[in-house]
T-cell receptor
Framework: NAGVTQTPKFRILKIGQSMTLQCTQD?????MYWYRQDPGMGLKLIYY???????DKGEVPNGYNVSRSTTEDFPLRLELAAPSQTSVYFC????????????FGPGTRLTVL | EDKVVQSPLSLVVHEGDTVTLNCSYE??????LLWYKQEKKAPTFLFML????IEKKSGRLSSILDKKELFSILNITATQTGDSAIYLC???????????FGEGTQLTVNP
């Protein structure tokens, strides 16, 4: 099993551009999450989903959008990128019943110039 | 708002030393406290604690939770250079399926 995969690994965007960060898990987990991690900081929750078709905002949702059309995929959309969105983005998933044991993807390092 | 505070924020030790990392929390309807290790990439799960006073142990790492005083500690004995990482503490609430993370402790173990 690949676990949680994320693409791309690195990306540089110009201010105002848009992009989608991809996240896929093959563990049949219902719960999926998007976090951002700024240098020297912990993880901040952007959005999460408890199942296909259900999404909810986390601590820092502004500037982002998500969708969850399948159990496997949970893409994160950045519209009108800003320098404040320069960060490392992690996707995670967890199974129902052990929701706190989250499995993380390798991360996407995004720079907005 | 749920809150997790870790201390120290950074720590430099020599191989063979024992270290104690601290995590205090404020959370509505506590469900669990978790420790993760983050090396260069994604955090990896270490422990999940739900009950006070029960030590979880894995090799040289151990952790315990005090739900009365609202804190947890992570101990690492006989540290090795491979223990160098950021150690993240997180708490889960019964109010939802999300975790609140602390800022992490950056541990550096020098040979």
């Amino acid at each position: 099993n690949a676990g949680v995969t994320q693409t791309p690994k690195f990306r540089i965007l110009k201010i105002g551009q848009s992009m989608t960060l991809q996240c896929t898990q093959d563990m049949n987990h219902n719960y999926m999450y998007w976090y951002r991690q700024d240098p020297g900081m912990g993880l901040k929750l952007i959005y999460y989903s408890v199942g296909a078709g259900i999404t909810d905002k986390g601590e820092v949702p502004n500037g982002y959008n998500v969708s969850r059309s399948t159990t496997e995929d949970f893409p994160l959309r950045l519209e009108l990128a800003a320098p404040s969105q320069t960060s490392v983005y992690f996707c995670a998933s967890s199974p129902v019943g052990v929701a706190d044991t989250q499995y993380f993807g390798p991360g996407t390092r995004l720079t907005v110039l | 708002e749920d809150k997790v505070v870790q201390s120290p924020l950074s720590l430099v030790v020599h191989e063979g030393d024992t270290v104690t990392l601290n995590c205090s929390y404020e959370v509505t309807n506590f469900r669990s406290l978790l420790w993760y290790k983050q090396e260069k990439k994604a955090p990896t799960f270490l422990f999940m604690l739900t009950s006070s006073g029960i030590e979880k142990k894995s090799g040289r790492l151990s952790s315990i939770l005090d739900k009365k005083e609202l804190f947890s500690i992570l101990n690492i004995t006989a540290t090795q250079t491979g223990d160098s990482a950021i150690y993240l503490c997180a708490v889960g609430s019964t109010s939802g399926s999300r975790l609140t993370f602390g800022e992490g402790t950056q541990l550096t173990v020098n040979p």
